[in-house]
């Protein structure tokens, strides 16, 4: 399984970008996916996932600012990212998780798409 994340770049504060990931190789079973960040001397956070009910789960920072979508077949993952501030520049990470039940599931990691946010 891998990840292909793309649509970082540059922006300036209150611009938008759209993020995508896209899966490629065996994808089977129960999956869910989402999207991490890691700012310059930080750890790695959550932004936005689909959990296993099918909702949305959001880091309080970013609610109301930015939206996860999927694909019907859940192999993409998307992240459009609004109203951008200078505390949103960071690497953004696409994650999988995927196995046949839910005590069994691998992560996958994409590799990772930067995201410049200037003031």
């Known amino acids: 399984v891998q990840l292909q994340a793309s649509g970082g770049g540059v922006v300036q504060a209150g611009g938008s970008l759209r993020l995508s990931c896209t899966t490629s190789?065996?994808?089977?079973?129960?999956?869910?996916m989402g999207w991490y960040r890691q700012a310059p001397g930080k750890e790695r956070e959550l932004v936005a996932a689909f959990t296993a009910d099918s909702s949305t789960s959001y880091a309080d920072s970013v609610k109301g600012r930015f939206t996860i979508s999927r694909d019907k077949y859940r192999k993409s993952v998307y992240l459009q990212m609004n109203n951008l501030q200078p505390e949103d520049t960071a690497v953004y990470y696409c994650n999988r998780k995927q196995g046949r039940s839910w005590g069994t599931l691998t992560t996958y990691w994409g590799q990772g798409t930067l995201v410049t946010v200037s003031s």
């Open positions: 190789g065996m994808t089977s079973g129960i999956s869910l």
